[in-house]
């Protein structure tokens, strides 16, 4: 696997790749330089979806922390319609 290849790959195609070499080796029927080149990329896989993983809950998290933060996309879907803020609240009366 190549960096430039690591980030064109999705998270969902490198836990299904992940799951077909899993598969391969369970079956036990292959040299072992075929297994351990199959592991050592199952590993970079797994090393990959991690840090993905990884990356977005700190995306969320940041995203809760900060309550007030709308995405871009609906302040100017509000502004254009003339709509109410969305992230207003009512006054008392």
């Known amino acids: 696997m190549s960096e430039t290849g690591d980030a064109a790959l999705t998270f969902e195609k490198a836990i ?3 799951g077909e070499i899993v598969e391969t080796l369970e079956k ?3 040299p072992l ?3 351990l080149a199959l592991f050592e990329e199952g590993v970079l896989l797994s ?7 990884d990356r977005a809950e700190a ?3 940041q995203l809760l922390a900060n309550q007030t ?3 871009l996309s609906l302040e100017r ?7 109410p803020d969305v ?3 009512k006054e008392p009366r």
């Open 87 to 89: 992230g207003a609240t």
């Open 69 to 71: 933060t709308k995405p």
């Open 47 to 53: 090393r990959l979806g991690a840090d993905r993983l």
């Open 77 to 83: 879907a509000a502004a254009e319609k003339g709509a």
């Open 16 to 18: 299904e790749r992940l």
């Open 59 to 61: 995306r969320v998290e």
């Open 33 to 35: 330089e075929r297994s």
């Open 28 to 30: 036990g029927d292959l």
